[in-house]
């Protein structure tokens, strides 16, 4: 079992800062890319940054210069640290991961792992 968990939402001013973190727990055997994705009300899911394994990041144009992603392979966390913020960066924020897990007979599967989300409110 697979679990990503977030942490680091909360309540923040408009120009203040929050840094998420996303733990991957479980039989993990490697996790491909890390990502970073947030749902506002009423609108669709999107991707906010990414990371690769080896480090290669992307953002969106909309938080470029705010956000940081990172990741600490060894700890298989990822984290996004969110300066400047504006009201219209309040969303649930969850964690996306491409992963290798085992399997209970014994094997490997690739999945894609999603976390609960957090939410990250942005006050004007």
């Known amino acids: 079992q697979v679990q990503l968990v977030e942490s680091g939402g909360g309540l923040v001013q408009a120009g203040g800062s929050l840094r998420l973190s996303c733990a991957a727990s479980?039989?993990?055997?490697?996790?491909?890319?890390m990502d970073w994705y947030r749902q506002a009300p009423g609108m669709q899911r999107e991707l906010v940054a990414a990371i690769s394994r080896g480090g290669s990041t992307n953002y969106a144009d909309s938080v470029k210069g705010r956000f940081t992603i990172s990741r600490d392979n060894a700890k298989n966390t990822v984290y996004l640290q969110m300066t400047s913020l504006k009201p219209e960066d309040t969303a649930v924020y969850y964690c996306?991961?491409?992963?290798?897990?085992?399997?209970?007979?014994?094997?490997?599967?690739?999945?894609?792992?999603w976390g609960q989300g957090t939410l990250v409110t942005v006050s004007s």
């Open positions: 479980g039989t993990i055997f490697s996790i491909n890319h």
């Open positions: 996306n991961a491409g992963l290798v897990a085992g399997t209970p007979s014994g094997g490997r599967r690739y999945l894609e792992a």
